[in-house]
């Protein structure tokens, strides 16, 4: 046993009051009338030995309660708990079954259930146990409970899903579920051992020190397994010559083998490929020439003939054949250098297609602005009244506007659509050497993410904006004069670029910034998302930047089911893609579809190392004598927690208050008597 607070034990000193009150006895004689006191005799008074011990447990109650209380507060704590003196060591079980997509190749889920309902055979009277399930993330099935029928029952309810394993969510279970360590704990992970479970730091599976892990392999040592690791090429078709897919086969096997490719659209059979694919290698194979229908179609690749995991035999592809999103860029420069650094940048975009139509003002005036998903107007100061109205209204009903500010607008002096005031900032010497740099960006801003700041670009000439209260100041020069400007307007915005997209004004079209500036500018002006039509079980798909004007989102899975309500259509900023299949995506701009496949390294079958499932389990209780193999383990004494004694004397310190207050009274009714 041992004291957390020992210097609390001096206030037992304090045990010699109740004896001092107990030993005092206040002189309090009975006083009678007498008519004579001649016939008493004088004698001296002494007290002293007449003192003596009365109520001797009251005495003792108030002895007991100095003494809890300083034990009490010392906390002492014993080694080992009293439940465990003449009885087996009650211990907290977790039966971690992993349920990602690998356990549903042939066999692995039987072996499981049968490992795991051993475990629950095994179960001590005192012990007690929990399910759970890994993969993708943890579950915690059951409370802690000795009811071997419902464990049983539990276990009997789960099935491999289609998601992927970490082995850094079996740690924070046992932590989370035993945080004080009140129970030695048993951690029986039953499992295929995949190397691709491990996280890549290894602290995050560091076991607690209350925690022994038990492992059960469930794979079979000649286990393999063929997939389809990735598709590749003209997935965007519209415009594409001779679109071309590439298709890698990855083999987990020692032994090569021979498998057919088979291409699908909508269910049709577009073409077939064979080939070898050899022993742990890959094999491409290639589909040119296909003609995918307009819009979006659900193209598939199937390896036949299957194996044991059929889960990543078929891969999907949501093949885009849309039309690009229409930029309408207006400019005044005849040589149209800026519309020529501006359609090779938005050109570059290979994840958000956009097609550049390039016009003067006044052949603008004809085209219709809600034809475009986005109108950039380049240093543009003639707009006629009508169109520059239009432009407005169009803008406030959700449409954006990016202007670039050039000698024209500057003369100007205000900005098309927007009506912020402007003027002409000091012309700099440019052979001098003279020019300013880009100060704060607001990389929080989704225009800004992926823009990395715009280091060596030189600003030689700059308009001066005026931006009010509402506006938002994104980019600023290092004086402190706002560069890029977003101004609402209505449900849409306005961009203002307070300089030109030319060479003239600045160095920044020739510099490696320019083309991801531009892009995602675009993109989030546009609301052209990023290429998310090919994604991973598991992950989320972002809805805000596809919104236009807080239009509603409608998603259906690919089971037919809405997976939005009515509120969250128009609320909710993502949603979790957590089934194979097809999601389609129903909002203002038309039926989007998004391929979501398993991860692909949940094919790989390469099990853990041996050394490294030696140093995990050497990282728990019991580290000292580290299991060998999975499944087979040296047992190790278990150590019970030690119990905290403090927490029962309290218990009993109430007690002995309340009975020396009952007795105490007594005593003070019976000296009122007397």
Same mark, same amino acid.
């Given at each position: 046993?041992?004291?957390?607070?020992?210097?609390? =034990?001096?206030?037992?000193?304090?045990?010699?009051?109740?004896?001092?009150?107990?030993?005092?006895?206040?002189?309090?004689?009975?006083?009678?009338?007498?008519?004579?006191?001649?016939?008493?005799?004088?004698?001296?008074?002494?007290?002293?030995?007449?003192?003596?011990?009365?109520?001797?447990?009251?005495?003792?109650?108030?002895?007991?309660?100095?003494?809890?209380?300083?034990?009490?507060?010392?906390?002492?704590?014993?080694?080992?708990?009293?439940?465990?003196?003449?009885?087996?060591?009650?211990?907290?079980?977790?039966?971690?079954?992993?349920?990602?997509?690998?356990?549903?190749?042939?066999? $692995?889920?039987?072996?499981?259930?049968?490992?795991?309902?051993?475990?629950?055979?095994?179960?001590?009277?005192?012990?007690?146990?929990? *399910? =759970?399930?890994? &993969?993708? %993330?943890?579950?915690?099935?059951?409370?802690?409970?000795?009811?071997?029928?419902?464990?049983?029952?539990?276990?009997?309810?789960?099935?491999?899903?289609?998601?992927?394993?970490?082995?850094?969510?079996?740690?924070?279970?046992?932590?989370?579920?035993?945080?004080?360590?009140?129970?030695?704990?048993?951690?029986? =992970?039953?499992?295929?051992?995949?190397?691709?479970?491990?996280? %890549?730091?290894?602290?995050?599976?560091?076991?607690?020190?209350?925690?022994?892990?038990?492992?059960?392999?469930?794979?079979?040592?000649?286990?393999?397994?063929?997939?389809?690791?990735?598709?590749?090429?003209?997935? $965007?078709?519209?415009?594409?010559?001779?679109?071309?897919?590439?298709?890698?086969?990855?083999?987990?096997?020692?032994?090569?083998?021979?498998?057919?490719?088979?291409?699908?659209?909508?269910?049709?059979?577009?073409?077939?490929?064979?080939?070898?694919?050899?022993?742990?290698?890959?094999?491409?194979?290639?589909?040119? &020439?296909?003609?995918?229908?307009? &819009?979006?179609?659900?193209?598939?690749?199937?390896?036949?003939?299957?194996?044991?995991?059929?889960?990543?035999?078929?891969?999907?592809?949501?093949?885009?054949?849309?039309?690009?999103?229409?930029?309408?860029?207006?400019?005044?420069?005849?040589?149209?250098?800026?519309?020529?650094?501006?359609?090779?940048?938005?050109?570059?975009?290979?994840?958000?297609?956009?097609?550049?139509? *390039?016009?003067?003002?006044?052949?603008?005036?004809?085209?219709?602005?809600?034809?475009?998903?986005?109108?950039?107007?380049?240093?543009?100061?003639?707009?006629?009244?009508?169109?520059?109205?239009? !432009? +407005?209204?169009?803008?406030?009903?959700?449409?954006?506007?990016?202007?670039?500010?050039?000698?024209?607008?500057?003369?100007? &002096?205000?900005?098309?659509?927007?009506? $912020?005031?402007?003027?002409?900032?000091?012309?700099?010497?440019?052979?001098?050497?003279?020019?300013?740099?880009?100060?704060?960006?607001?990389?929080?801003?989704?225009?800004?993410?992926?823009?990395?700041?715009?280091?060596?670009?030189?600003?030689?000439?700059?308009? +001066?904006?005026?931006?009010?209260?509402?506006?938002?100041?994104?980019?600023?020069?290092?004086?402190?004069?706002?560069?890029?400007?977003?101004?609402?307007?209505?449900? %849409?915005?306005?961009?203002?670029?307070?300089?030109?997209?030319?060479?003239?004004?600045?160095?920044?079209?020739?510099?490696?910034?320019?083309?991801?500036?531009? *892009?995602?500018?675009?993109?989030?002006?546009?609301?052209?998302?990023?290429?998310?039509?090919?994604?991973?079980?598991?992950?989320?798909?972002?809805?805000?930047?596809?919104?236009?004007?807080?239009?509603?989102?409608?998603?259906?899975?690919?089971?037919?089911?809405?997976?939005?309500?009515?509120?969250?259509?128009?609320?909710?900023?993502?949603?979790? !893609?957590?089934?194979?299949?097809?999601?389609?995506?129903?909002?203002?701009?038309?039926?989007?579809?998004?391929?979501?496949?398993?991860?692909?390294?949940?094919?790989?079958?390469?099990? =853990?190392?041996?050394?490294?499932?030696?140093?995990?389990?050497?990282?728990?209780?019991?580290?000292?004598?580290?299991?060998?193999?999975?499944?087979?383990?040296?047992?190790?004494?278990?150590?019970?927690?030690?119990?905290?004694?403090?927490?029962?004397?309290?218990?009993?310190?109430?007690?002995?208050?309340?009975?020396?207050?009952?007795?105490?009274?007594?005593?003070?009714?019976?000296?009122?008597?007397?």
């Amino acid at each position: 046993m041992s004291l957390l607070s020992p210097w609390f =034990l001096l206030g037992a000193l304090a045990v010699g009051l109740p004896l001092w009150l107990h030993l005092l006895q206040r002189d309090n004689p009975v006083r009678l009338p007498f008519a004579s006191l001649m016939f008493f005799e004088k004698m001296k008074e002494s007290r002293l030995l007449e003192r003596r011990l009365r109520y001797l447990l009251l005495l003792a109650l108030r002895l007991a309660l100095i003494v809890l209380a300083a034990l009490a507060f010392a906390k002492p704590v014993w080694e080992r708990s009293a439940s465990t003196a003449f009885g087996e060591i009650p211990a907290l079980h977790l039966i971690v079954l992993d349920t990602s997509l690998s356990m549903s190749a042939a066999g $692995r889920w039987d072996r499981a259930v049968a490992a795991a309902e051993a475990i629950v055979a095994d179960l001590s009277p005192n012990d007690r146990a929990q *399910v =759970l399930a890994v &993969g993708p %993330g943890i579950s915690v099935i059951t409370e802690r409970s000795n009811d071997k029928v419902e464990l049983r029952s539990a276990i009997a309810g789960l099935a491999p899903g289609v998601g992927r394993n970490s082995y850094s969510y079996v740690v924070e279970a046992t932590r989370s579920l035993a945080p004080e360590g009140d129970l030695p704990v048993e951690v029986h =992970l039953i499992s295929d051992l995949q190397n691709s479970a491990m996280p %890549g730091r290894f602290s995050e599976v560091a076991l607690p020190t209350f925690a022994k892990l038990d492992v059960t392999n469930v794979a079979e040592p000649n286990d393999q397994n063929w997939a389809i690791e990735s598709v590749r090429g003209d997935v $965007r078709a519209f415009g594409a010559e001779n679109p071309k897919l590439e298709v890698t086969v990855a083999g987990y096997s020692l032994e090569a083998a021979r498998k057919t490719v088979t291409f699908k659209i909508d269910g049709n059979v577009i073409g077939s490929e064979s080939q070898e694919v050899p022993a742990m290698g890959r094999a491409a194979f290639t589909f040119a &020439g296909f003609e995918p229908p307009v &819009g979006f179609s659900r193209a598939s690749f199937e390896i036949t003939p299957g194996d044991d995991l059929a889960g990543d035999d078929v891969r999907l592809v949501a093949i885009d054949n849309s039309e690009p999103e229409p930029i309408l860029f207006v400019t005044s420069d005849r040589r149209q250098r800026d519309a020529l650094y501006f359609g090779a940048a938005v050109g570059a975009s290979r994840s958000a297609r956009f097609k550049l139509e *390039v016009t003067s003002a006044g052949e603008a005036e004809r085209r219709k602005p809600d034809y475009f998903a986005l109108i950039v107007l380049s240093d543009i100061a003639n707009l006629s009244t009508g169109f520059e109205n239009k !432009l +407005r209204e169009w803008t406030e009903l959700g449409g954006a506007v990016l202007v670039a500010i050039g000698p024209a607008v500057s003369t100007r &002096g205000s900005v098309p659509v927007s009506g $912020r005031r402007v003027s002409v900032a000091p012309l700099q010497d440019r052979a001098g050497a003279e020019f300013q740099i880009a100060g704060q960006l607001d990389l929080s801003h989704a225009a800004l993410g992926r823009v990395e700041r715009f280091r060596g670009v030189k600003f030689f000439r700059q308009a +001066r904006v005026e931006a009010t209260e509402v506006d938002d100041v994104l980019v600023s020069l290092a004086d402190g004069s706002p560069l890029l400007i977003e101004n609402p307007l209505g449900a %849409g915005k306005v961009m203002v670029f307070a300089s030109s997209f030319d060479n003239v004004w600045n160095d920044l079209p020739v510099q490696p910034v320019f083309v991801p500036f531009v *892009v995602e500018l675009a993109r989030y002006l546009s609301g052209a998302a990023e290429d998310t039509h090919q994604a991973t079980v598991d992950t989320s798909l972002a809805l805000a930047q596809r919104r236009e004007g807080g239009a509603a989102i409608q998603i259906v899975d690919p089971a037919g089911d809405r997976a939005l309500s009515l509120s969250q259509s128009v609320e909710q900023t993502d949603v979790a !893609l957590d089934q194979l299949g097809f999601y389609e995506m129903q909002s203002a701009r038309g039926v989007e579809l998004i391929a979501v496949n398993p991860d692909p390294r949940e094919s790989n079958f390469r099990p =853990l190392e041996s050394d490294t499932l030696t140093l995990w389990q050497a990282t728990g209780r019991g580290g000292t004598e580290p299991t060998q193999t999975a499944g087979v383990g040296a047992e190790s004494p278990i150590k019970p927690p030690p119990l905290k004694i403090w927490r029962f004397l309290l218990l009993l310190l109430v007690v002995v208050v309340l009975v020396e207050s009952v007795i105490g009274n007594q005593h003070l009714n019976v000296r009122r008597e007397v």
